[in-house]
């Protein structure tokens, strides 16, 4: 079992900056993939980044590139998304994610965290 657990979110004025941190816990070796997705206010849960655990490649949204960065720390098993500029469109429960080896989509979810950003 891997547990997921997000921290950091909070509110922000726009052009501002946030730092979610998911720690995750359990089986870990069996991860290959960790994401980060978010739900607007009434909105489905959209993709926003995720990053290959060996290998460290990256993907993101069209909306967050240049702004966001997906990043790994190896040694604690601490995966983080940088949010830089945020702006009001980016105000939504953000959620991490993790992927198995043979999994087609992520499929184990963290309890989200809130990132509101006005002014």
């Known amino acids: 079992q891997v547990l997921l657990q997000e921290s950091g979110g909070g509110w922000v004025q726009p052009g501002g900056s946030l730092t979610l941190s998911c720690a995750f816990s359990g089986r870990t070796f069996s991860i290959t993939q960790m994401g980060w997705f978010r739900q607007p206010p009434g909105k489905e849960r959209e993709f926003v980044a995720d990053?290959?655990?060996?290998?460290?490649?990256?993907s993101y949204v069209e909306s967050v590139k240049g702004r966001f960065t997906i990043s790994r720390d190896y040694t604690k098993d601490l995966v983080y998304l940088q949010m830089n500029d945020l702006k009001p469109e980016d105000t939504a429960k953000y959620y991490c994610?993790?992927?198995?080896?043979?999994?087609?989509?992520?499929?184990?979810w963290g309890q989200g965290t809130q990132v509101t950003v006005s002014s």
């Open positions: 994610a993790a992927k198995r080896a043979g999994a087609v989509s992520f499929h184990i």
């Open positions: 990053i290959v655990c060996r290998g460290g490649g990256t």
